[in-house]
């Protein structure tokens, strides 16, 4: 016999917001965005309305690794656990692309670092009712059922962000196969 059971179930989230001030750091990372952007053979759909590298691109990056050492506090806020970097792209906007609204609801935590300063039109987190403004150097860590999104550049410039999700490690991953990042 089939039966369904509904219920709405509420979850607690959270957007942590921070800054970095390792501008060299970042600076390299730009480099690495641009070269990455350059290699790009993306062909398909995605949310991002603009230039951006291979979902994978910057998963062994050193750089990108420098910027996680640097946040591993404010990560151990959100998420105390072990973690797997699963995706790791770069993005560069410019007049009129934009990032339609979704979500990562398979990730444990998402983010974002700035690359660039605005004036550039934000992320925009419905559920807060939140725009984050971009900054060089501020990054964002937020729940993964977050929608959100970038409303449409109506300026000539060029923002540039990277942005990743984090999976959890689960007893039955296979280490051969995962870059791990632990949070000691």
């Known amino acids: 016999m089939e039966e369904i059971f509904n219920k709405k179930i509420e979850l607690d989230t959270f ?15 730009i480099i690495d965005v641009k070269e990455g952007v350059k290699k790009s053979k993306i062909n398909r759909k995605t949310n991002v309305k603009g230039e951006h590298t291979e979902f994978d691109y910057l998963i062994l990056n ?13 990560i151990y806020k959100i998420y105390q656990k072990n973690f797997v970097v ?15 609204i979704h979500s990562h609801p398979d990730s444990v935590f998402c ?30 860590l937020f ?9 449409k550049i109506n300026k000539d ?14 007893e039955w991953d296979n280490p051969q196969n995962k870059k791990w990042v632990n949070k000691n």
């Open 143 to 151: 729940h993964p059922i977050l929608f959100h999104s970038v409303s």
């Open 62 to 74: 050193l750089n990108f690794h420098k910027f996680l050492k640097l946040i591993q506090p404010s």
């Open 86 to 100: 699963k995706n790791v792209w770069g993005n560069i906007y410019k007049e009129n692309d934009y990032a339609q």
């Open 15 to 29: 957007i942590l917001i921070n800054e970095i001030n390792d501008f060299e750091l970042i600076d390299k990372l």
């Open 111 to 140: 983010g974002i670092l700035y690359c660039t300063d605005g004036p550039g039109p934000g992320t925009y987190f419905n559920q807060y009712d939140l725009n984050i403004k971009e900054k060089k150097g501020k990054f964002v």
């Open 157 to 170: 410039i060029e923002r540039i962000t990277c942005a990743f999700n984090m999976y959890a490690i689960k």
